[in-house]
C-alpha cells in the first residue's frame, strides 16, 4: 500500500512539474517570436514613415515648382493657447501662454485692400479669403518630445472663399481630396464642404444639415482633413459671403492670394506690399523654398535617427534571441536530467526486460522534443495575445526626434507606440511564418536540450539502477 502511494505522488510530481516546466519554456518561446514580430512591425513602421516623407516632400516640392508667382498675405490668426505649461518650456509660465500662432488673436482686412494690391504694376490676380474660428472649443491633451500638454483651441474653422469661375479654372482655392459627395462651384449658397474629421464629430453625412453660427447649412462634399499633428485642422467651407455674415465680419477677410504675372514682378510687388500694409505678413516662393529646405533636412535627420535606432534595436533583439535560446536549452537540459536521476529504477527495469540503449535513448529524447512541442504551443498562444506587449516590453522604443531611448514613434506633436506612423498602425502580430518557425525551433531545443540526459540514461547499467534510491 505504501509503495502505490508513493507511486501516485510520484505521477503527481512528475504531472505539476511538467505543467511548470511546460508554462516556463511557453513563455521562453513566446519571448523568442515576440521579438521577431516586434522587429518587423518596427521596420514597416519606419518604411511607412520613409514612404509618408518622401510623399510629403515630392508634394511640397511639387507645389512650390507650381506657386512661383504666388504671394500669400496674410492677417495673424490663432487657434488656441495652452491651459498648462508642457515640460521643458520656461519655468513659470502661465497657464494661456501662446505658442506659436495659438492664442493670437483674430486679425481681418478689408476686401478694399485687395483692390487697392490688385492696382500694383505686375499684379495679375488677387483672390481673397476668409478664415475664422468658431465660438464652440475643445480640449487636447498633447504628447511631445518635451513632455506633455493640453491646449484648448476652437473647435473647427469657417474658411469663406470666392465661388468666382476664373478663380475656381485659374487655381487652387477649393479644398481638395474630396472623398464624398462634390465640391464647391459658383452659385453656391446655403451650403458647405467639411472636412472628414469634423463629420465623424458630428455625426454627419453628405446631404445632413449642419447649424454654423446659427444658421443651417447642406453638407455637399466631404474632404480629406488637413493639417498635422491635434488630430488635423477641422474646417467648413463655404462661399465668402456666407461666411463674412454669419461671423459679423461682412466687407472683411483674413488673407489674399496675389497672382503677379510672372516671377520677375515678385519681388517689386513684395516690397509694395510690405511698405504700404504693415499688418499683412507677405510669404512668396524663396520663403516657401526656404521653409522647404528646412523641413528636408529635418526629415533626413529624422529617417537617419530612424535607421540607427532600428539598427541598435536589431543588435538588441538578437541578444535577447541568444539568451531566451540559451535559457530555454538549459531548462530542458536541467529537467531531463532530474527525470533521468528520479527514474533511474525505471531505466534499470526496462534494460532488465530488453529495452536496447538506443531504444531508452530515443524514449527519453522523444520526452523532451514533446514537452518542447507543448512549450511551442503555449507559447504560440501567450505571443498571439501578449506579442505587442512583450515586443514593447523587451525592445527599446524607436526615437525619431533624438530623445532618449523610451522615446517612442512620434509625428508632429502626436506619440504613439512602436509599430505606428501616425495615422496608421503597425502592431506586432504572430505570422504563419513565426509560428512555423516556433514549432521547429521546439523540436530542435528538445532535442538538443534532451540529447545529454537520454544518452546518460542509456548507458546505466540494470545491475546499479537496481541498487539506486
Known amino acids: 500500500m505504501g509503495a502505490l502511494t508513493r507511486s501516485v505522488r510520484n505521477i503527481s510530481r512528475r504531472k505539476m ?3 511548470l516546466v511546460i508554462i516556463a519554456l511557453g513563455f521562453s518561446m513566446a519571448i523568442m517570436i515576440s521579438i521577431p514580430s516586434g522587429i518587423v512591425a518596427n521596420q514597416e513602421a519606419a518604411q511607412r514613415l520613409t514612404e509618408n516623407f518622401n510623399s510629403t516632400i515630392s508634394n511640397m516640392q511639387e507645389e512650390i515648382n507650381k506657386t512661383s508667382t504666388l504671394i500669400e498675405c496674410s492677417t495673424s490668426s490663432g487657434q488656441g493657447t495652452f491651459s498648462s505649461a508642457p515640460s521643458g518650456m520656461p519655468p513659470g509660465m502661465p497657464s494661456g501662454t501662446p505658442f506659436g500662432r495659438f492664442g493670437q488673436e483674430e486679425i481681418f482686412v478689408n476686401e478694399t485692400v485687395g483692390d487697392e494690391i490688385r492696382s500694383i504694376d505686375g499684379v495679375k490676380d488677387v483672390v481673397p479669403f476668409f478664415e475664422k474660428s468658431s465660438n464652440e472649443t475643445t480640449s487636447e491633451t498633447i504628447n511631445t518630445p518635451r513632455g506633455e500638454f493640453t491646449i484648448t483651441r476652437p473647435l473647427y474653422t469657417i474658411t469663406g472663399v470666392c465661388l468666382n469661375s476664373s478663380f475656381i479654372d485659374d487655381y487652387s482655392i477649393l479644398p481638395t481630396n474630396i472623398t464624398a459627395g462634390r465640391n464647391l462651384r459658383e452659385g453656391d449658397s446655403d451650403v458647405l464642404v467639411m472636412s472628414l474629421n469634423l463629420t465623424h464629430y458630428f455625426g454627419l453625412a453628405v446631404g445632413g444639415k449642419a447649424e454654423i453660427n446659427g444658421k443651417s447649412f447642406t453638407v455637399v462634399g466631404i474632404c480629406n482633413s488637413t493639417g498635422g499633428g491635434f488630430t488635423g485642422t477641422r474646417t467648413v467651407y463655404m462661399n465668402l459671403s ?3 455674415a ?20 515678385v519681388d517689386g510687388i513684395t516690397e509694395v ?3 504700404a500694409y504693415s499688418d499683412l505678413r507677405v510669404t512668396t516662393y524663396k520663403d516657401r523654398l526656404t521653409n522647404f529646405e528646412n523641413m528636408q533636412t529635418m526629415y533626413n535627420e529624422t529617417l537617419n535617427n530612424a535607421q540607427s535606432t532600428l539598427g541598435q534595436t536589431e543588435t538588441v533583439a538578437t541578444q535577447e534571441i541568444i539568451v531566451a535560446v540559451v535559457a530555454t536549452s538549459l531548462i530542458v537540459l536541467f529537467v531531463m536530467l532530474y527525470t533521468v536521476r528520479e527514474r533511474t529504477k525505471e531505466i534499470g527495469t526496462l534494460k532488465a526486460i530488453g529495452f536496447s540503449t538506443w ?6 529524447m522523444l520526452e523532451g522534443i514533446l514537452i518542447s512541442l507543448m512549450a511551442g504551443v503555449a507559447g504560440i498562444a501567450i ?8 515586443s514593447s516590453l523587451l525592445l527599446p522604443h524607436i526615437s525619431l526626434f533624438g530623445g532618449s531611448s523610451s522615446s517612442r514613434f512620434q509625428s508632429g506633436f502626436g506619440s504613439v507606440s512602436p509599430g505606428t506612423t501616425g495615422s496608421e498602425s503597425v502592431t506586432a502580430a504572430l505570422s504563419p511564418q513565426l509560428m512555423l518557425l516556433a514549432f521547429g525551433v521546439a523540436v530542435l ?5 534532451s540529447l545529454y540526459p537520454a544518452w546518460r540514461a542509456a548507458r546505466i547499467r540494470p545491475a ?3 541498487r539506486y534510491e
Open 242 to 244: 456666407q461666411a463674412q
Open 359 to 364: 531504444n531508452v535513448m530515443s524514449q527519453f
Open 445 to 449: 531545443l528538445g532535442a538538443l536540450g
Open 383 to 390: 505571443g498571439s495575445i501578449g506579442a505587442p506587449f512583450l
Open 17 to 19: 512539474r511538467a505543467i
Open 246 to 265: 454669419i461671423t459679423g465680419e461682412i466687407g472683411n477677410v483674413s488673407r489674399f492670394d496675389v497672382y503677379a504675372e510672372d516671377v520677375s514682378y
Open 273 to 275: 506690399i510690405n511698405a
Open 464 to 466: 546499479e539502477a537496481m
